[in-house]
T-cell receptor, first 114, second 115 residues
Framework: GENVEQHPSTLSVQEGDSAVIKCTYS??????FPWYKQELGKGPQLIID?????GEKKDQRIAVTLNKTAKHFSLHITETQPEDSAVYFC?????????????FGKGTHLIIQP | ETGVTQSPTHLIKTRGQQVTLRCSSQ?????VSWYQQALGQGPQFIFQ???????GRGNFPPRFSGLQFPNYSSELNVNALELDDSALYLC??????????????FGSGTRLTVV
């Protein structure tokens, strides 16, 4: 089955700086890669996703890049703000999930220092 | 538009007991999936329901079972509880139908503690 590795486990950046979180996946058949933000006491919230026919996608301060050859994808957050502090999860699946669901990484705890 | 709601929010059970967790899907969503999230880990896929049938399952034993009702709400049942079943159980709904989980919306989860 699919295996997703996520790095780093903890990332501390100064407010206003950029943050980058990286994930690798094992199954070349995976074609859907969402990113989730989870705040304390809440469920994961979808913040951006990308499908394998696209190399990059951007939404305001958030962007995701995908390298299918190397089987890795990354989340980029620019101009970080205190409210960006949370745990971020990457995930991968075939066709958006279904029979195999989403396979998640172990998460990155992002800390924004004031 | 209401989101995904789960009940109860917290639950304490004794090893060997049975538990039922409930989920109401987001309005307009017909597919429900359940995930188990251990402390400090990412969510793990348990199973997915579409049109009241299970159409996908992760690596969980048969004592984890579920139901989906005509209004798309769902239940997760766990029999013969073990200490390792202690976790946050997340329900997610999506509008995609069978074979797709695009646009998941997660609930806030049920925190289950087995003692």
């Amino acid at each position: 089955g699919e295996n997703v590795e996520q790095h780093p486990s903890t990332l501390s950046v100064q407010e206003g700086d950029s943050a980058v979180i990286k994930c690798t996946y094992s199954d070349s058949a995976s074609n859907y890669f969402p990113w989730y933000k989870q705040e304390l006491g809440k469920g994961p919230q979808l913040i951006i996703d990308i499908r394998s026919n696209v190399g990059e996608k951007k939404d305001q301060r958030i962007a995701v890049t995908l390298n299918k050859t190397a089987k890795h994808f990354s989340l980029h957050i620019t101009e970080t703000q205190p409210e960006d502090s949370a745990v971020y999860f990457c995930a991968a699946s075939i066709g958006g999930g279904g029979a195999d669901g989403l396979t998640f990484g172990k998460g990155t705890h992002l800390i924004i220092q004031p | 538009e209401t989101g995904v709601t789960q009940s109860p929010t917290h639950l304490i059970k004794t090893r060997g007991q049975q538990v039922t967790l409930r989920c109401s899907s987001q309005s307009g969503h017909n597919t429900v999936s359940w995930y188990q999230q251990a402390l400090g880990q990412g969510p793990q896929f348990i199973f997915q329901y579409y049109r009241e049938e299970e159409n996908g399952r992760g690596n969980f034993p048969p004592r984890f079972s579920g139901l989906q009702f005509p209004n798309y709400s769902s239940e997760l049942n766990v029999n013969a509880l073990e200490l390792d079943d202690s976790a946050l159980y997340l329900c997610a709904s999506s509008p995609g139908g069978t074979g797709t989980n695009y646009g998941y919306t997660f609930g806030s989860g049920t925190r289950l503690t087995v003692v």
